[in-house]
């Protein structure tokens, strides 16, 4: 159980500060929100001579601290303020669509969020045509309209995020978790949410990686331009969705599904699933292997 409690409210920023030197130094407290806490509410009012002044804390040995500051709790903690380090309440890795909203969520609680990943915000469903279920777009709409809305609240809240950096471990401290960068920056928090979401399935098969954005690619809408002018690409995916990727490049175009066994391999008219009869496509095949 800690031996220091913090009572306070999320919507303070003095509050929050305390809660963040505490997390920087590592050192575990109970926190108190009063205004979920009638009798929490009712002793701070007692320490603060009737007046509601927070944060109140109170630490081991009894002695209370009214609205300290920083170097006042370290000096009555014998610590000092930590330099390098960040204390946060939350971390989420990812920021994709489900990373962000999550962060969103956090600040909207009073809570103090990190957000971190190696690429730019948004993730695969910024690069998707149309993305839907997304909160706010009811009718659905493309990833990156998505994404800059999400991101947009995200700057509005002063949500931080550390972008084009990755994540090289995670360990506990303690009550703790700490978060290095693959800088080796270290960021502590209480707790850490993983979003870092799917990751474009591999064939496996020899030269794949060699021709990895040489000819082969895993984005019709980002790199399907590149071969309007091809006579005959081919669409590795099962069902309609590998048939929705055939839509976005113009050249004859097959798809090739790596779904159920079959004993041989056969083909189809462009007779199934509604994505398979556009006139976009002069000639589109599916073709399912074992």
Not at 125 to 139: D, W, Y
Not at 151 to 180: E, F, K
Not at 227 to 248: I, N, P, S, T, W
Request: aromatic share 6%.
């Amino acid at each position: 159980m800690a031996e220091i409690t913090v009572y306070g409210a999320p919507w303070c920023p003095d509050s929050r500060r305390t809660k963040r030197f505490l997390g920087e130094a590592r050192v575990d407290f109970e926190w108190v929100d009063i205004g979920q806490d009638p009798d929490a509410a009712a002793f701070v009012l007692r320490q603060g001579a009737g007046k509601l002044t927070i944060p109140v804390v109170v630490l081991e040995n009894g002695h209370v601290l009214v609205a300290p500051s920083p170097a006042q709790l370290g000096a009555e903690l014998g610590i000092e303020a930590p330099a390098a380090r960040r204390f946060f309440d939350l971390i989420i890795i990812g920021a994709g669509p489900s990373g962000l909203s999550a962060a969103l969520h956090g600040i909207r609680e009073g809570m103090h969020c990190l957000v971190i990943d190696r690429a730019a915000p948004g993730g695969q469903a910024a690069m998707t045509p149309r993305l839907m279920g997304s909160p706010g777009f009811p009718e659905g709409a493309p990833g990156i309209e998505v994404e800059r809305s999400l991101v947009t609240q995200a700057h509005r809240y002063g949500l931080r995020i550390l972008r084009g950096m990755g994540l090289s471990g995670l360990r506990r401290a303690g009550d703790y978790l700490v978060a290095v960068t693959d800088d080796g920056e270290e960021f502590t928090a209480r707790s850490v949410l993983i979003a870092t979401g799917a990751v474009y399935e591999m064939l496996g098969v020899a030269g794949e990686e060699e021709l990895r954005g040489a000819g082969v690619h895993f984005c019709a809408s980002c790199d399907g331009p590149f071969y309007r002018k091809a006579e005959e690409l081919l669409v590795v995916g099962a069902g309609d969705l590998g048939a929705q990727e055939a839509l976005l490049p113009r050249p004859r175009s097959w798809s090739w599904s790596r779904g159920r066994t079959a004993s041989s391999p056969r083909r189809w008219s462009a007779t199934g699933p509604p994505a398979m009869s556009s006139p976009s496509i002069p000639r589109l095949s599916l073709c399912m292997r074992a």
